[in-house]
Antibody
Framework: QAQLVESGGGVVQPGRSLRLSCAASGFTFSSFGMHWVRQAPGKGLEWVAVIWNDGSNTYYADSVKGRFTISRDNSKYTLFLQMNSLGVEDTAVYYC???????????WGQGTTVTVSS | EIVLTQSPATLSLSPGERATLSCRASQSVGSYLAWFQQKPGQAPRLLIYDASNRATGIPARFSGSGSGTDFTLTISSLEPEDFAVYYCQHRRDWPPAFGGGAKVEI
């Protein structure tokens, strides 16, 4: 059974950095494009970033471009999100999401909470 | 950038009733439209992909239709576990945006 487990969330001060990880299991990780999607408290879903299955391409939402970096290690079945220059507007639950070309965003993790506060 | 607008924002219904949710795109997304269900404290779950295809394990009471700019998610007869928030999402191009969500409440 496909599973994604995020980690690395926590409370961080504005301007600081945080690195999220997402461990995949139960499917061929290198066959999936991977996304980060976030949800601010009481708000809707916001797409953050994507990396292609082989890591050859990445795209970012304008709101995080230049501050966040998505990467992956296919040998370790792990996805990362390096978040720099964090602001209070980055406070959210961050979901790791696996995508196939057929079904789209088919596999979701349970989320990890990031709180940016002084 | 393609914007998705969902309506209504809230739908108040009773178990057994039919729910019809709308998602309109600011420009054509072809059939690259998905629907997700999210319950409180849980991650979203894929219901429908490519406008009308049910994801694995999704009951037949959920159906999707539409193409281009206008899409509909229909729940034929609401079960108690269907009261949740529903999001549409396109993957026509970058960024793959979500709609604002629609809450189906009792």
């Amino acid at each position: 059974q496909a599973q994604l487990v995020e980690s690395g969330g926590g409370v961080v001060q504005p301007g600081r950095s945080l690195r999220l990880s997402c461990a995949a299991s139960g499917f061929t990780f290198s066959s999936f494009g991977m996304h980060w999607v976030r949800q601010a408290p009481g708000k809707g879903l916001e797409w953050v970033a994507v990396i292609w299955n082989d890591g050859s391409n990445t795209y970012y939402a304008d709101s995080v471009k230049g501050r966040f970096t998505i990467s992956r290690d296919n040998s370790k079945y792990t996805l990362f999100l390096q978040m720099n220059s964090l602001g209070v507007e980055d406070t959210a639950v961050y979901y790791c999401v696996g995508e196939t070309t057929v079904k789209g965003m088919d596999v979701w993790g349970q989320g990890t909470t990031v709180t940016v506060s002084s | 950038e393609i914007v998705l607008t969902q309506s209504p924002a809230t739908l108040s219904l009773s178990p057994g009733e039919r729910a019809t949710l709308s998602c309109r795109a600011s420009q054509s997304v072809g059939s690259y439209l998905a629907w997700f269900q999210q319950k409180p404290g849980q991650a979203p779950r894929l219901l429908i992909y490519d406008a009308s295809n049910r994801a694995t394990g999704i009951p037949a009471r959920f159906s999707g239709s539409g193409s281009g700019t206008d899409f509909t998610l229909t729940i034929s007869s609401l079960e108690p576990e269907d009261f949740a928030v529903y999001y549409c999402q396109h993957r026509r191009d970058w960024p793959p945006a979500f709609g604002g969500g629609a809450k189906v409440e009792i």
